[in-house]
Each structure stands twice: as structure tokens, then as C-alpha cells.
């Protein structure tokens, strides 16, 4: 594991294998951005020439690289293009990004000086936050579990010895732990986390992290009626699981919960998917994942908000016991639904989730869930969906993945949707599909919505494109579990404090 400290040694200075800088094209030129004045001196003030000399153009993501200028100091210098305005301005998402790049191009150095931007506490923590997530690697299933990522990170910034800045690195360390604990979770084969380990292994880090931790099992939520989770789960040799977290500090400012879907394999039941369409279906628990380590991050820093989450988990399987399509389920809180569809499963599990999170009654609900194929093609792999019952607390949960760097984009939940849910079944409140080959994401966000207690705030993210990278690492995001949504959490959570 990479090891991250503040310096304020200058880039010319700084004893590495590795300085990584950036380099911005503007009208004028191929430009270097502030914290490379030494570097450049070291190469007689021409370093943005000899860049330009090797192809560089400032592009964003564009790597560069170059012999360091002194022999025992920096042995490379990886110049990584920014992705600046017009005006030359740099956002935080570009210093995160470029921090991640810069970190995957030197993957065989043992340690890596950066020497990007940082004006205040908000950038450094952008550097820190892409150089620890972009180093990621999952290994644990390799024979030979070696990494080739930097032992060592040292962030070069004037600001090193403040306050502010060692807060920011620090905030950091632990997101990146929890997007790192959301990915290991997310790439663990689904043959090594079915219901019962996930709920074991949260279990136990909550009593590492002080987060209060209950699991209903199978018995338990027979016993309680929740009619979801146990539809769903019933056609798996693997019994499902409702786990519920809990963090309280004193005098909270206000009380968020949390709501993961948490299906370990979907294979789409009896409904069943195509054989490339479960390739990826381990990923089907990201939600419940990214809510979990969320919260364990947000009692790590210590914020004053009170947060319980709820991680529905279950294994969609075909079997002579699983559900049929035309089964009817009595949810959690009575409502009934006829399932059409076994592969539409998650909103049911969530179903079951929501009704007991607004027994909490939170300020705020915000599910999380790899929900639905229409929003993919809705808004493509890299962007989530933000539905809500309240357009101030949408905006707030867009604002707050905005600022974590996570993209999303606003969905409407029409009205007709829930008509078309209730008048699709004739025998049950409502069917878990419209029949409607169109608007699944919307019909989806309706379903959830009839879940969600009178009067509580409520925002439904579906994460199904950004959740899970089946292509090459690029920027800090790793190929595939991404640990989309644990920033955005953290963010709202820290937001509200």
C-alpha cells in the first residue's frame, strides 16, 4: 500500500525516482502551471520547449516523459497534459485526474514526487484523492499478487505545513480506502461473496471503525415480512440478507440514510439473461458496496452526522425455488407487487429497504443501485442518474457528486410511470415492470418512489454504467469495480456538516 506525505521541497529538489508535472496548452503556447519554477530553471528555463519537442500538447491525459535534469535527484519527469480553459483556470476533477494519470505512467517507480497545482486545501486533496484511487490494482486472485504501484507518494505543495492541507490529506487516505474496500468488494467472484460473507465481513469492520452493526437473516426477515428480499433470494442455495448500519455522533446536524442494492450475482432468475449479460454480474452489489464504505468513511473522519444504512443483499438465481414470473410478493409494509419479471429484482429488494429506512425517519434517503440497462443507455458508462421526490434534495446529491468529481445528471419521474405500474398487474397493487420496452430508469425510479415514507426527502441514483469499467484504466479509475458513489456520499455527508 502506497504510503502519502505533504513536502514543501521544490521539484527540482526533491530526491525520487519520479516527478510528475503538468503542462497546459493555451493560446500561447504549451504553458507550465504554477510548482515546476524550480524544474524548469533546471533545464534552462526550456522545459515547456522540450516537451513540446517530444509531442507534448497539453491534451488531458497526455503523458510525457523526459530524463530528470539532475543525476541523484529525480530520475523522470512524467508531464501530464491538463485539461485547463480558455482562461487557463484548472478545476479540482482536472487535478485529480491528472494525479491519476501521472500515477499509472510511473507504476514501475518506487516513488513518485508530484508536483501539480495546489493553491488551497481543496486541490491538494484532489492530488491526494487521484494519486491513492488511481494507484489501485486488484490482485488477489493473481498467482503472483505483486504491484507495480509506488511505494511511496509525496505531494509537493507550499501549503504542506498547514493545517488545512494535512485535513485534506487525511480526508483523502480514508476516501480511498473506501473506494478501494467498494472495488475489492465489487471484482471478489461471486463464488467468494454471497450474502452471508458480505454481511460476516462488514460485521467485523464495523467493529473496527465504531459503526454499529445488524444483520437479519433469512429467519429474521421471514419473521418480519419482507416479502422483497426473500422473493428474490429464494431461488439461491445462498439465503439473503438485510444489514443495517448505524453511526451516531453527538449532536448531529442531521440524520441521512443510506439504502444499497446489494444483489452478489444476477443471473436474472428465471428471467434469465444472456450469457454475455451475466458476465458482469458480480457487479450488481456495487450499491449496497459503495453505501457501506461510505459510511464507514464518513464515522472514520468523524463528521457530525448521523447516518444509517441499509445494504439489501441477495443472490438472483434460477432454480426450481426461485420466483416465478406472475408470483406475487407482500412487501415489507404490505404493499404487494406482482412480479412480471424476475430480472427486475433489485427495486424489490430495495423496496423492502426503503419502507424500513423511513421508519428511521431521516432528513434524507439516498439509494444506490446498479438498477437499470435503460439508464445506460440513457446517459452512457460513465454518468448516473439522480432521481428524486424533491427537486432541492436532488440537487443537492448532484451538487455533492459534482464536487466529489462524480458524474451525474438529473432524471424526471413522470407520473404516468406509476400508472403504468399499477395498471399493469390486475391482481396486485402493483407489477415490477410497465410492459413498456421504453423508459425503464424512469419506471424503475416510480417503483422505488412508492416505498419512500410520506414527507421524507428521497433521491434514487442509478449507478448501472458508472459502477463497474469493463475497459482499460484511464484517469484513477481502475478496470472494473470503479467505487462509484462512495465520494458522492462522503461529499453530502461533509456538505451537510
Known sequence: MSTVSLSKTDAANVKTDVVVIGVVKLDSGLTLPAGTESLNAAYGGKLAQVLADLGATGRAGEVTKVAGPKPGRSAMVIAVGLAAGADGLLKTEDLRTAAGVGIRAAKSAQSVAIALPTPDAEAVRAVAEGALIGRYSFTSYKSEAGTDAPGTITILTDLARGK??????????????????????????????????FAEQVVKLGKEYGVKVEVMDEKALAKGGYGGILGVGQGSANP??????????????????????????????LSLKTANGMITMKADMAGAAAVVSATFAIARLGLPVQITTYAAMAENMPSGSAARPSDVLTMYGGKTVEVLNTDAEGRLVLGDALVRASEDAPDLIVDVATLTGACVVALGNKVAGAFANDDAARDRVVDAALAAGEAMWPLPIPSEMLDKLQSHSKIADLANITGEPWGGALAAAAFLGEFVGEGIDWAHLDIAGPAFNEGGASGYTSSGGTGYGVRTLVELAASAS
Open 164 to 197: 488545512e492541507a494535512k485535513a485534506a490529506l487525511e480526508r483523502a487516505q480514508v476516501v480511498a480506502d473506501a473506494v478501494h474496500l467498494t472495488r475489492d468488494w465489487v471484482n471478489t467472484p461471486p463464488s467468494d461473496l454471497h450474502p452471508v460473507e
Open 240 to 269: 439473503p440478507r438485510l444489514i443495517r448500519l448505524s453511526y451516531t455522533p453527538r449532536k448531529p446536524v442531521t440524520h441521512l440514510s443510506f439504502v444499497g442494492k446489494g444483489i452478489t450475482f444476477d443471473s436474472g432468475g
